[in-house]
Nanobody, 128 residues
Framework: VQLQASGGGLVQAGGSLRLSCAASGGTFSRYGMGWFRQASGKEREFVAAIGRNGRITYDDDSVKGRFTVSRDNAKKTVYLQMNNLKPADTAVYYC??????????????????????WGQGTQVTVSS
């Protein structure tokens, strides 16, 4: 499976962006999908995830209430709607896939090691 992320850009604080991550190959509906981000000089951090069973997880401290993750299995795409963006949200955003997810699984998607395929990243820059 391959992932292609898009939708990044430059936005003012308080603005919105919607990131998309399209998958090719494999059976998308069977995958857990995650979003991570990496700011310059910092480690990659978890943002949000949605399991194959629809279970959603957010990084509560930084994005909950502002970001929404969703998926469209027919389009093989996962989305990250980002509202009320802040300069601290500036980072390269990566999507990732957990290809070995089982429907009844309960996974810790905050752990980047759960994911075995990563997209190329899309830059999000929020100006103050």
């Amino acid at each position: 499976v391959q992932l292609q992320a898009s939708g990044g850009g430059l936005v003012q604080a308080g603005g919105s962006l919607r990131l998309s991550c399209a998958a090719s190959g494999g059976t998308f509906s069977r995958y857990g999908m995650g979003w991570f981000r990496q700011a310059s000089g910092k480690e990659r951090e978890f943002v949000a995830a949605i399991g194959r069973n629809g279970r959603i997880t957010y990084d509560d401290d930084s994005v909950k209430g502002r970001f929404t993750v969703s998926r469209d299995n027919a389009k093989k795409t996962v989305y990250l709607q980002m509202n009320n963006l802040k300069p601290a949200d500036t980072a390269v955003y990566y999507c990732a896939v957990h290809t070995r997810a089982i429907l009844s699984g309960n996974y810790d998607y905050t752990d980047s090691q759960m994911f075995d395929v990563w997209g190329q990243g899309t830059q999000v820059t929020v100006s103050s």
